[in-house]
């Protein structure tokens, strides 16, 4: 078969952290015109920089691949927009971050006859900030939603400030996938099959960067998880980490789940792992979490799946999100050996198409591209909810934050390179970002524990 001769669809993708990364790169290809008919893909990676901005071993983690990917400001990754040309852009950032983008990218289109279509949405569950983060989204193109339910609620939202809800978007998670749980010969044994393709039953819990944030949780939820494999010496236990100690993701870590470990005595069948979910999934036959969106994930494959209640169901914890699924148990209840099963109903509403329609979740918002991107005369101008008319108390400090002015350009002393970070400059940022680091987990749960005394 020859090769296409159809010209690739271009796509940047800003992304400020590995797990918006994740979604933003996996997104491009699930919203991608479908290369039998238009063409491959051409991704251009920018990773916004910042604290969280991610590793090598992140990035490979992620194992998505893109043509170019360079480390970024805000306005030199607005500077990328007005000199190059990209058919869509995927804007993967913080609420803050997007609406500073838009804002930027609204002033450097100014006056193009023609300009790409920009795309935003949610890494996963949204459960808290929804009108504000929503809000923040506001004048992207599409608002992609994950699921009917959040579907539903975006545009409850938008309707009922008197913002146009025509971006919303439905669609799915974009990493989800993987071969369906066939289930374990036993709960206490192995996984059937041939002697070589037998491995112990295993247990994952899926940590979060701040999900619980203080160290007492933390080391409640650790020897919780330590008892189990003691309870279940058959049985393999795992603790999957999201980064090492010094990376960031999307939310601090300040009570690193490495350093407190080393002060318990873990039996042999416990053990710390990295790598990509997927492949963690691939061997999981109890995924326990406390709201993670491993948990999705985890249900779409149709795994058993817990999300913990021993710190109670709470709004803070996230894991109010999951009333209602079947999915809501303690450690007691495991240590007897409890495997839940999911509300069917509750799953469907969630996105988690575990019903073998998760290819066709994202027709919807190809062919929305597609027709945006044929539109006669190209696209009108971005036209955000929040403009210095109706948040002047609010949104300057939103683009100030992002070295931008109230009409989208650049402050007087925004760092902008016109070329590559020399090594001087590269090793003053390493040491910047690792004394950022180094104050996050070391210095200030000192001054506040310094100051509850």
């Not at 992207?140 to 975006?154: G, H, I, K, Y």
């Not at 690193?256 to 042999?268: N, S, T």
Request: with cysteine; aromatic share 6%; glycine share 10%.
């Amino acid at each position: 078969m020859p090769a296409s001769t159809t010209k690739p669809t271009r796509i940047a993708v800003l992304a400020d952290s590995d797990t918006r990364w994740k979604w933003g790169a996996l997104t491009s290809h699930r919203i991608a015109p479908r290369e039998d008919a238009q063409g491959p893909l051409a991704l251009s990676g920018f990773l916004l920089r910042g604290r969280a901005t991610p590793t090598p071993r992140q990035l490979a983690e992620v194992g998505v691949h893109a043509d170019s990917l360079r480390e970024v400001t805000t306005v030199e990754f607005l500077r990328a927009m007005a000199e190059e040309e990209y058919d869509v852009v995927v804007v993967a950032l913080v609420g803050g971050g997007v609406q500073a983008v838009l804002h930027g990218l609204k002033r450097v289109w100014e006056g193009r006859e023609k300009r790409p279509v920009v795309v935003t949405g949610y890494v996963g569950v949204v459960y808290e900030k929804l009108a504000d983060g929503l809000l923040l989204r506001h004048g992207a193109d599409l608002v992609l939603a994950n699921s009917r339910q959040d579907a539903d609620r975006f545009r409850a939202v938008y309707e009922g400030v008197g913002a146009d809800a025509s971006s919303v978007t439905e669609v799915a998670l974009p990493f989800l996938g993987g071969a369906a749980y066939e289930g374990a010969a036993s709960s206490r044994g192995t996984t059937p099959g041939p002697p070589a393709e037998r491995r112990p039953y295993t247990v994952v819990f899926a940590v979060q960067p701040s999900v619980p944030d203080s160290r007492k949780d933390r080391t409640y939820l650790l020897n919780r998880l330590i008892r189990h494999a003691r309870l279940h010496p058959e049985r393999e236990v795992l603790l999957k980490l999201r980064s090492k100690p010094g990376e960031h993701t999307t939310h601090i870590e300040e009570q690193p789940y490495q350093k407190l470990v080393q002060r318990l005595d873990p039996p042999a069948n416990f053990r710390l792992v990295y790598g990509n979910m997927g492949e963690v999934l691939d061997r999981t036959d109890l995924l326990v979490t406390i709201s993670s969106t491993a948990a999705l994930e985890s249900l779409h494959r149709r795994i058993p799946t817990v999300v913990l209640t021993d710190l109670g169901v709470r709004e803070v914890l996230g894991n109010h999100h999951f009333v209602g699924s079947g999915c809501l148990a303690s450690w007691d209840q495991l240590d007897a050996g409890h495997r839940p099963v999911a509300d069917p109903e509750w799953v469907a509403r969630q996105g988690v198409v575990a019903d073998g329609s998760y290819e066709t979740a994202f027709d919807a918002a190809r062919e929305r591209i597609a027709k945006l991107l044929g539109r006669p005369g190209g696209l009108a101008p971005l036209t955000p909810y929040y403009t210095p008319a109706t948040a002047p108390g609010y949104l300057p400090g939103i683009l100030a934050r992002h070295h931008l002015g109230p009409d989208g350009s650049p402050l007087p002393g925004a760092p902008a390179a016109d070329r590559e970070p020399g090594p001087v400059r590269q090793i003053v940022r390493r040491a910047a970002r690792g004394a950022y680091r180094h104050g996050v987990q070391r210095v200030a749960p000192v001054i506040r524990r310094m100051g509850e005394l």
